[in-house]
């Protein structure tokens, strides 16, 4: 008993709203950790199915659990509202549908004592709808880079310094609360993301990215150009312009737009990442395919600025080079079918 009251105390927060199907699963992953010394904090946010039930059930069996009640004000109030209640030295955060490896909690402790950092994240294994995984930077510097274009630390994997996040909780008038939180922490404390899965993060059509797609993406557009001139002051209309259309995954205006788009994919590769190399080259020739109406001068582009990328090269570019000449538009019908024909062959 000694050697678990002397062990950190984790406080798991969990936000709910109407997630009866998965909850369950979720609270039985942090009952599986096998790091022992945790609480667990569900913030039911007014939920109308049975999911404050749920919860409470699961308190009433261990103690160790904490069911909180709250009038529906959104998941970041939610997510104070735990922090408010949390007791722990650390907390980790995990929604209501996800899943939490076993390990999760250990390997995550000792990653920060060992790297020295505030923040943690890791990898995760995608289910549900989807079934494949998804990558996020290990360093702090290259998770900067990664977040001008998403969320390079996903929010139910993350363990972090309790004092830190309280001192900086989550902003209740926006949609992407935890991207909002990752770009102001970013800037006061070292993040880092595990190179290995512990996370089962579950995709389905009823979830928040879903259901809110735009207000999303909106954020996404608003936070990423604010962080983009807080990396670099300097940067001109031009540079700003050609970051928000990468950014937003829109067509060129022209082909010195996209020659801008691909010089700024160039420099944002410079690292000793290989993955993040890699995802800036997949950019690059992304950017390029949605440009093709231009005509063959982007393909001519292309061929110029990937070896720049010292990362792998995609062999077969016949695609790109048949919707150059057609200079077919990212919204035709044929651009779709060759898009899904490179998709079966090559797996790109």
């Known amino acids: 008993m000694s050697q678990v009251i002397n062990l950190p105390l984790i406080s798991v927060i969990m936000p709910v709203y109407n997630t009866e199907m998965f909850l369950g699963q979720a609270i039985q992953s942090i009952q599986a950790q096998t790091y022992p010394n945790w ?11 049975s999911s404050a039930a749920i919860a409470a059930e699961f308190a009433r069996q261990d103690p160790r659990i904490q069911s ?9 109030r939610a997510r104070n509202i735990g922090l408010q209640a949390a ?5 980790a955060w995990q929604d ?3 899943e939490s490896l076993p390990e999760r909690l250990s390997i995550q402790l000792e990653w920060i004592k060992a790297k020295g950092v505030a923040v943690c994240g890791s ?18 510097d290259s998770i900067r880079t990664e977040l001008l274009f998403r969320s390079a630390l996903l929010q139910s994997t993350v363990l972090m310094n309790a004092d830190l996040a309280r001192s900086q909780v989550y902003l209740e008038n926006t949609t992407f609360e935890d991207y909002e939180m990752w770009l102001r922490l970013s800037q006061v404390c070292q993040m880092s993301n595990i190179p290995q899965i512990l996370v089962k993060y579950r995709t389905h059509q009823k979830q928040s990215t879903v259901v809110e797609g735009k207000e999303f993406h909106a954020d996404l557009l608003k936070y990423s150009q604010q962080h983009f001139l807080n990396l670099f002051p300097a940067a001109s209309a031009e540079d700003c312009l050609a970051m928000a259309g990468l950014v937003a995954r829109q067509p060129a205006q022209s082909l010195q737009n996209l020659e801008r788009k691909g010089q700024w994919l160039v420099r944002l590769s410079q690292s000793p990442d290989n993955l993040l190399r890699q995802y800036m080259a997949n950019r690059w020739l992304a950017a390029c395919h949605r440009s093709a109406n231009l005509g063959l001068g982007v393909f001519q582009l292309y061929k110029a600025i990937a070896p720049r990328f010292s990362a792998q090269t995609v062999p077969h570019t016949w695609d790109l080079w048949v919707k150059c000449v057609l200079r077919l538009s990212n919204k035709s019908a044929l651009y779709r079918l060759l898009a899904q024909i490179r998709h079966k062959t090559f797996k790109i």
């Open 39 to 49: 609480e667990l904090i569900i913030v039911d946010d007014g939920s109308t199915d």
């Open 68 to 76: 909180v009640l709250a009038p529906h004000g959104g998941r970041s």
């Open 87 to 91: 007791h722990g030295e650390y907390i």
């Open 96 to 98: 209501a549908d996800d």
């Open 123 to 140: 990898c995760v294994k995608l289910t549900g709808s989807a079934s494949n995984l998804w990558w996020f930077p290990e360093t702090h």
